[in-house]
């Protein structure tokens, strides 16, 4: 076996050390100069439930999730069942023999038997499973020991001392264990070029959280909703060296009413949600679009109706964050597909939310906000935060009707002149009127901005061949998935076009249409609601599409064979 | 400071005739000026409702959001900016039946704003149907049969709460409406006034004569520090209690909680923001 | 002058008794036997301000506004200047000189004096000032004495004697004034065929409310907002002789909270409410997609965004309405364009949201909410509601995957089963699943019943030659004004497509386009939203639009000149 | 009856081995079936939480809303069919944070239904963050300094609401607990139990042990028919008193004063419905 990359699955129960396995090795992996992948589904629990994540280790980047299990380590009897679909003859299991359930259908051809249960109890407890399984992995891919052992130490730098020595006797035997496999040949990975040892190891979650920073964030009120919370959690720790004022609301209404208020105020603000809870804001979103305030969305997918999949991903909540809130007003949404998108994306929908006075969404989900990858570290030339705010004189209005639209915005307390913002219909001062000529006018000078906004719209990423006949179409986070796949599949007629922007639609989108005899569109979703923006906003029908909407990502494989079937 | 400094001219306001919001207005210009408080560091954040449009009768900062959301914003701008004076005022459909929610959490937050709820226990603008504080057996088209639901006490719940000052005052006197907003203004975290308000056009059975009759002053017997006996005077129902109600100082306000005002006093929204070099460190720890 | 229908507005501020006059007017004068149709426009305050009401009076069906005024009756200064731009030389103005303000802009050239201040006062107070102004118009169109006098005594039947005598003087004095007016040839209208005898006369709201009877409501939750309050306050009134629950909720979440769990325990559920409001709701709208639980709900349009003009008129949350709630579902959206549709749409909108257990919207607005017509009783026939609920047995599964999508809806109490509802993804009975394959099987049987919904769709009215080259499209209120501004264009190459069901569009539509060779679609908005969901759900863009979002419904006369502005 | 009847085979419960909730949930098939209420004449509305998954794990109808909607739907189903017993059941983040209005305003509206709040005074479902009945200081990911707003009282604001019937208990204690809940569901109104909860997962503050050490039993002294002794008692902090802190009877239930069953016991969901004649004569009133 010479693979140029290898898929380790780690599955068991909530509350068996899954995730510290998982962190661990991510980072010494990456350390070890390997890129890194991982990605995980978990059940709406707590504890017990069976979970999964997938780590891919190569010497080339690798940024997407793959059927293929090329090393399953067990931690749990129910997960060669959990696992049954993606187990095939070339993956090697490695565990106890226990967790091998008999009447099991997977077909097991490869198992490597490692007690670790036995192992762990003649170190001190069954609590050290975790720490070996992890060390197996390490040996087998040859990572130097000395880095093992000061990583764990400073791992447990919080523990006693005797924990410490124990875990790192633990992933020690672990290590040896896996070099004694690797050298047995029996389990061989040849990945050469480690070259990712200057990068940095980030999810979906800290990466538009620094986006946030990066765009002079410094105000989030939010409720907390999985897969969202990750992005409040992040500000959290870094309230104090930022300067962030981030206030847990009592529920997702007040979260983005405190949001408006504190962009009132002067502050740059940012709410984070998911499906319902955002759902009980669109109200406000409302408020936004009519008292010209910015406020960023960070709105992460997981499946609904209602509760649906909690933990879960999907990309179903395109046309709610397009429609959302009663009356016409103008928005942006951006649906980053990869890190430096969430980076960018989000630190640009600071910017133009407070240039035009809107509404700017973030689009991710569950699976990009849990996923990590290795990437170079985000360039911070040019971060300068420029606010768009003006100092107020005595006959300030706040809503000067202006050529473009766009008013400049006072905040109270700095100048001379009053601000008020009104939520009826206002006039230029802001106050209530009910001269319908104006409320025409101030419909258009709302809606003008949309011209603008039209002028600074991100173009999709073509990926592969300007010469193509088949154009896949994907957005936000199946970028990676769909790139592999085109990869794999090797075809010069095909291309793939990823809009981060999925509203408003660039309007350059059309020729890239024409230019394709047949169009597919890949989605996480029951219904295809991003072809139905395509059929909307420019004069393409997509031709055909790939969805998928069972709550976990696109695989590579999944995309190939199903491009296959339709390509054939 | 002369009131007039907060008049408008060329206004149209949209109250009826005789209704008690022109007196909580002038009583409101009178606090001010008497606390020498200034259109431009004030901001007055209000809902939707009659009560609620009482920002576009005199000269301030002013939030007129939506229904039921008046202390968010409120308690958002106060932080954000600890400099301004926030006032938080609307009708009591407004505050106590949409804007429930944020009643309760925003005294547990404790923002140093105040909150005036103007209780004409009727929905006005939306012509007349019962509100949170409607008197038991009030008819409207909606409640056919009359109100059966237990009236909302706010003053009794914001002491529960842990409001740190809690008054009701009523609109027929403006000269001590005045010095209960001066008191409540002034005071040193979230302040709620609670003003008995006579709807001229859809609450036929509170009326001023009723709200007359029907209350009385505190008088100096009432120990506004004693909590259970400010708590036992919030319940009295045969009279309406009125004046300060319930007051204790010293309590931390959200703003102070916080952390962001620790080190630097200036507020938020003034501050220069340059993040490179933090930024740098934060990213080269998830190396 | 001899006009087949004369077109006469009341104008005043609110509190001067505008809305006693034409409750007077309209029924006298449609129990006179002429047909009438009377709509208003008014600010969002209770007293003061500036209000108007126009009132149509004819021989024939009339049921839409114009912007001609043939009598005007100012009650305040101001009227004339609020008035300008509808005054023409042909507008009779009737009333006090003092309210004919000098430095108006309005020319007027017909004006009659009669001092309503100085009769009332003899009387006995101002307060008769609306009665006398009643009587005026009911003497000029020549209405029955014993008719009137009847009627004021029946009007004021629970005030005092003298009160009634006082204003049955006030009101034969103005008959007699109007008398005199029309013998004196001074404004002669000889209005033919009475033949709305046997009529009724009703505005939207209580159509509606009536619809919802018929379909079997019995249970409405809804928080107060314009302008959807007037079908709570319908069923408020009608509580006792219908035994309909009707509750107050603390916030429009608890009332769509509260309509569902009042629908699972088997009744039959509304919700009545409008843009803000509904916003709040949108998270229980993808509760009832999830659990499946039928829910009517009526949202009269209102401007936006936010506060927006609360008492004014607009067709801005179609969108809304289509894409509200996360996740993915199906729903139906009625739009009545008459009070025959709001009464039979309302009541098929129970009958489907209990047949397919999806919500179901009504979407009207402001102008048709507060209007009244003349029609002709509804038909009765017919109205037995079937409800769609079986006796369970004891192993009943809620959702019991059938071949159509449609499990048989079981309610607690009836029957030996047992009935669950669960907000998150779940299993055939209900329990919370992370079975991902049956997530699909889920997702797929409620998007089935789409396909199902497809089969009930009512067709679009087309009004006009079948032989058209140039097709009209219109959805909702604008019915009648689009429909007599066909008749008034008299042109065989234009018809006129109204849609009543805006969602699920009807299959046949595209057909209707093809055919034309030009079409212009009329929507009182700013974006075109149904031509956007044209566009999207058949191959046809619309031509052109007609658009207006000033907060007032469309006019015949305005309708017109915009087609001969768009045709010439 | 044998609580086994509302035991359900094979099913996978997702709580932590551990938890309160267990406790809580064989206290309330205790208590059930003490009362010989059969799960088809039971009703078990939940929000969203780990608390609010309890009716997958016994037998009953069952309405699992949304996050925070808990009371709404229990109210509509207590009115359209009085004839089930209806339990409201959550967590207190759901209950008295996103709820928290409806929290309010149930309690006015006085339906007769037992509202039953597992309070591990954290988040649990979502991870450990603060709920509004978190100690002051209580640390977590989101509120990285410790919480400091004040904590939320559920019980003296049942009781400054309006609530008949209030109570406290604490999951360690089943057979306790299961008198109260007895207690509770049997009281004709609205009845609140809030039952402290231990979190294994979240919380390492309020331990098991904690709630041992810091509660105590209300003995025969505490007279929970006097409204003022109640309210002092639900403000006791130092140790949490457990048992019926307030009762009384003969308030009016929603379902008795909203005018539906004045005639007809019929429960709403099944009557016949003709309504051709009573149109015909309401539109004839039209004319
Ligand atoms: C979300 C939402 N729901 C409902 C309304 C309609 N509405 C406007 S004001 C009001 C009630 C006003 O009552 P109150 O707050 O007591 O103020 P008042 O008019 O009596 O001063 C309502 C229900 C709204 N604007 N927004
Ligand atoms: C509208 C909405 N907001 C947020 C969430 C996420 N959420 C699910 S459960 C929960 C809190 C659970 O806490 P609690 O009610 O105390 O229950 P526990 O898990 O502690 O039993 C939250 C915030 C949601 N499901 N819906
Ligand atoms: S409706 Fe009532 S509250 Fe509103 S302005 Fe008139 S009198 Fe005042
Ligand atoms: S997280 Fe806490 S409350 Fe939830 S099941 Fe685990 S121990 Fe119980
Ligand atoms: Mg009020
Ligand atoms: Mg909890």
Redesign the interface.
Known sequence: MNKKDVAIVLCGAA?QGVQTVEHILVRLL??AGFHVFATKEY???????INSTEIRISSERVSAPVDRIDILLPFHPDALDHLKARISPETTVIGDRKNICLDCPAEVTDFIDVPFAEIAENIGGRLFINIIAAGVVLGMLDVDMKMVSDFISEFFVKKDEEIVRKNIEAIKLGCQRGKELRDSGKARYTLKNPLAK?????NGA?AVG?GA??G?C??L?S????PS?GV??FL????????????????E???I??????S????R?MVTTS??G???M??????S???EMPVVIHLAQR????????T?T?Q??L??A????????PRVIFAPGSLEDAFDLTKKAFELADKYQIPAFILTDQYFMDTFTNIR??N?EG???EKHIVKTDKGYKRYALTEDGISPRG????G?G????????HDED???T?D??L??QM??K??KKMELLKSEIIPPELVGSEDYEILLIGWGSTYHAIKEALKELNREDIAFLHFKQVYPLYPGSQEYFDRAKQTIIVEN???SQFG?II??YT?H?VGGNLLK????AFTVEEIVKGLKDKLS | MDPKIYDMCDIDIAWCPGCGNFSILRSLKGALAELEIPPEELVVVTGIGQAAKIPHYFKTHFFNGLHGRTLPPATAIKVVNPELTVIAESGDGDMYGEGGNHFLHAIRRNPDITNIVHNNMVYGLTKGQASPTSQLGFRTPVQVKGVFLEPFNPLSLAITLGAPFVARAFAGDEERTKDILKMAISHKGYALVDILQHCVSFNKVNTFQWFKENTYYLDDSHDPEDRNEAFQASLQQDKLPLGVIYKCTGKKTFEENIGIYDQDQTPLSLRKMDRKDALKILIQTKS
């Open positions: 509350g990456r350390q059940m709406s629990r707590i504890r017990g439930g200057n990068e940095v190891l980030l800290e620094m920073l990066a002079g410094d105000f009120s409720y907390p909703m999985s919370t409040m959690v959290s720790q870094h309230m104090e060296d930022f300067g962030v004022v981030v206030e847990q609301a009592e529920d209404i007040a979260a009413n405190m949001a408006l208020g504190g009132y105020a002067g502050a603000t499906g319902g955002f759902a009980l669109t109200e406000g979103v409302s408020l679009g009519m008292i499946p609904g109706p209602a509760t649906g999949l909690p879960r999907e179903a909540d046309e709610l397009l429609y959302a809130g009663h009356g016409e007003f570290p985000f911070l971060i300068d935060i905040i109270p307390g700095f001379d009053l601000v008020g913002v009104d939520s009826d219909e802001s106050h209530i009910e319908l000529d409320r025409t419909v258009d709302r809606l979703n029951a219904t139905k059929k909307l004069d029908s909407y069972n709550g976990l």
